[in-house]
C-alpha cells in the first residue's frame, strides 16, 4: 500500500487543522517559495507564519536586498511568481578589489589586486542570462505572497503563535497558542536563524559568530553603475556595492559589530562621507534612499539537517557570510532539491516524511552547502590576513583568476546558483510536467 495520500479540507479556525502532507513553518522568502513549489507538484501544504504575510513584507522594506541568481529566477518563474518585471536589476560584471577605489576614478583601485567576471563567462549555454538580478526583499516578498494567497492549496496559518511543536511515528507539526493543530508527514523549519524546529528537535548547528555586523543602505547616485557589481575588501571588512534599478546601489558594509553600529547610528551627512571615503567617485553625488538595516553575522551549519519528519531549509539549516551574496541562493536551492525529493517520493506512493527520503535532500544538498559556507569563510579570513606576503599573494591569486578563463567561468556560474546538479526547478522546469528526457 502506498503512502495515503491527504488533501487539505475547509476548518473552522479553532478547531484542529488538517493533516497535510507538509507543514512549513516560517513564511518568509524561502518558506513562501517551498509551499509555492509543493503546491505544483500536488502535495497539500500548510503554511505556519506568526505574522501577517503581508504585514512581513513591509517590515522587510529598510535597507535589504537580495544578488538574485540566475537559476532562482527561473525557479520563480517556472512556479509562475509575477511582479518582479521592472523591478529586477540585471548584474553583468562582477569586479572584485582589494583596497578602496580611488576618488578621481570609477573603475581604478588604488591597490593593484583586482579581479572581474562578466555574464559572458557563463558561456553560449546561458547565453544572455546576466550572472544575476539585484531585487529589492520588500519586492521579492509581495510577489511571492500574492502568489500564495491565489493558491487554494496552500492552507495559510497567518497571525499564528507556535507554542509547541509535536511529532510522532506518523506525523509532526504545530500546536499554535490558541489550541488549533496543523499536521503533516513532515515538518518543514523555514523560520529562519535560532529555528524553532531546529532547537525542539535537537539539530545542532556548528560554527562561530564572526564579532560582526552587516549594515545595508540604498543610495540614489548621480553615476550610472553600468549594471557592475563590486565588491571591496577593505582593513576594517569587506563592502559591496551592488546595482538596482535607477540610478540606485545597495551597499552592504560588514565592520566590527561595535563599528557597525556606529555607522548605523550616524547622521546622513557623517555616514556619507564614511562611504565616500571608501567608495571614490565610484557613485558621484548620492543621496540615501529609506532606512537602514543591520544584523549580526555567524557562520553555522546543522548538521545533520533532517531527523524523523523534520527538516530544515535556508537560514534554518545554515547561516553563511554574505560576502559573495549567495544566502538566499542557497536557501532557495534547498528548496528545489526537496521539493523534487518529496514530489518524487509521493509520485511512487512514498511517504515524504520517511527517513530515506530525507536522506536523498541531504545527500544532494549537503555538500555544496558545506563547500559554500567554509569557502566564503576561507576568502574572508584570507583578506582580513595581514602582512606584506600575504597581500602579494592575494595580489597574484586575483590576476591568476582574472587572467583564467575556467576560473572566472566557475565564478560566473557559482554566481547564477548553476553549479552541480540542478533540481528541475532550477533548470526552469516545472514540477507538474514530465520530465525532460535526460
Not at 14 to 29: A, E, T
Not at 156 to 184: H, I, N, S
Not at 271 to 281: D, M
Not at 368 to 394: C, E, K, N, P, Y
Request: net charge neutral; no cysteine.
Amino acid at each position: 500500500m502506498g503512502y495515503p495520500r491527504t488533501m487539505p479540507t475547509p476548518h473552522d479556525p479553532r478547531s484542529p487543522g488538517p493533516v497535510h502532507d507538509v507543514v512549513i513553518l516560517g513564511g518568509g522568502m524561502v518558506g513562501l517559495t517551498l509551499a509555492l513549489a509543493l503546491d505544483q507538484a500536488g502535495l497539500s501544504v500548510g503554511l505556519v507564519e506568526s505574522g501577517r504575510l503581508e504585514g512581513e513584507s513591509a517590515a522587510t522594506g529598510g535597507g535589504r536586498a537580495s544578488m538574485v541568481a540566475f537559476a532562482v529566477r527561473r525557479m520563480w518563474e517556472a512556479l509562475g511568481v509575477g511582479g518582479l518585471e521592472g523591478q529586477a536589476q540585471p548584474v553583468r560584471r562582477i569586479q572584485v578589489t582589494e583596497g578602496r577605489l580611488s576618488s578621481g576614478a570609477r573603475s581604478a583601485p588604488v591597490a593593484p589586486a583586482s579581479m572581474m567576471f562578466t555574464d559572458a563567462d557563463l558561456g553560449s549555454d546561458e547565453a544572455g542570462a546576466p550572472l544575476g538580478w539585484m531585487i529589492e526583499n520588500r519586492v521579492i516578498r509581495d510577489a511571492l505572497v500574492r502568489s500564495v494567497r491565489a493558491k487554494p492549496g496552500i492552507a495559510v496559518f497567518e497571525e499564528a503563535t507556535a507554542r509547541a511543536l509535536m511529532r510522532d511515528g506518523t506525523a509532526a507539526g504545530v500546536q499554535l497558542a490558541d489550541g488549533r493543530e496543523v499536521a503533516g508527514a513532515l515538518l518543514v523549519g523555514a523560520e529562519g536563524r535560532r529555528s524553532m524546529v531546529a532547537e525542539t528537535f535537537g539539530l545542532r548547528a556548528v560554527g562561530w559568530d564572526y564579532g560582526q555586523d552587516a549594515l545595508a543602505v540604498t543610495l540614489v547616485h548621480e553615476t550610472p553603475h553600468d549594471a557592475v557589481a563590486h565588491q571591496l575588501f577593505l582593513p576594517s571588512g569587506p563592502i559591496a556595492v551592488l546595482p538596482m534599478t535607477g540610478n540606485r546601489s545597495n551597499i552592504v558594509w560588514t565592520h566590527r559589530r561595535a563599528a557597525a553600529r556606529a555607522l548605523a547610528g550616524m547622521d546622513d551627512a557623517d555616514l556619507g562621507r564614511e562611504i565616500a571615503e571608501r567608495v571614490g567617485g565610484l557613485l558621484g553625488r548620492f543621496h540615501f534612499e529609506g532606512t537602514r538595516a543591520t544584523w549580526p553575522l555567524a557562520l553555522a551549519v546543522a548538521d545533520p539537517p533532517v531527523g524523523p519528519r523534520i527538516a530544515l531549509v535556508g537560514d534554518s539549516w545554515h547561516s553563511v557570510h554574505p560576502l559573495a551574496g549567495q544566502g538566499l541562493n542557497l536557501g532557495l536551492k534547498d528548496v528545489a532539491a526537496l521539493a523534487e525529493v518529496l514530489a518524487d517520493a509521493v509520485a511512487v506512493g512514498l511517504d515524504p516524511g520517511a527517513e530515506a527520503t530525507l536522506d536523498r535532500y541531504v545527500r544532494w544538498r549537503r555538500f555544496d552547502v558545506t563547500s559554500q559556507a567554509l569557502g566564503m569563510d576561507l576568502i574572508l579570513r584570507a583578506f582580513a590576513a595581514g602582512g606584506t606576503r600575504l597581500g602579494l599573494l592575494r595580489q597574484a591569486g586575483l590576476a591568476v583568476i582574472d587572467a583564467a578563463a575556467p576560473a572566472r567561468r566557475l565564478l560566473a556560474r557559482t554566481a547564477g546558483a548553476a553549479t552541480g546538479d540542478l533540481p528541475r526547478l532550477l533548470r526552469g522546469e516545472r514540477l507538474d510536467t514530465p520530465r525532460a528526457a535526460a
